[in-house]
């Protein structure tokens, strides 16, 4: 699955750079408010861990900038190409039977 190979990837780049910065997992822990365990769990790119903890780990690796921007409009070209006039409020399905 894309997912699992992008958070793995993510996990050991993230270990890599607290290597680089030679910092101990302790020290990441307490810097993002995790235990070590979970640490552990984040850099082996464990999907049950919840993502504000991947971005609390990003952060305390000094690494969170761009991650405002990963979900921007803006940089949507899926979404740019599909933009009517006023982008709708809700998106729904059609309700079954109705064609």
């Known amino acids: 699955m894309a997912v699992v190979r992008a958070l793995r990837r993510l996990g050991g780049d993230l270990r890599s750079a ?4 030679r910092l101990p997992m ?19 790119g464990d ?9 609390s780990v990003l952060h305390a690796l000094g690494l969170l900038g761009d991650l405002d ?3 921007d409009p803006l940089r ?9 006039a006023a982008t709708p409020r809700r998106a729904r399905l059609p309700r079954e039977g109705s064609s």
Do not use: F, H, M, P
């Open 26 to 44: 302790r020290v990441v822990a307490e810097r993002a408010g995790i235990s070590r365990a979970t640490l552990q769990r984040v850099e082996r």
């Open 47 to 55: 999907a049950g861990v919840g993502a504000g903890v991947y971005a």
């Open 76 to 84: 949507d070209e899926v979404g740019q190409a599909r933009s009517d």
């Open 18 to 21: 607290r290597l680089k910065r």
């Open 69 to 71: 921007v990963v979900a």
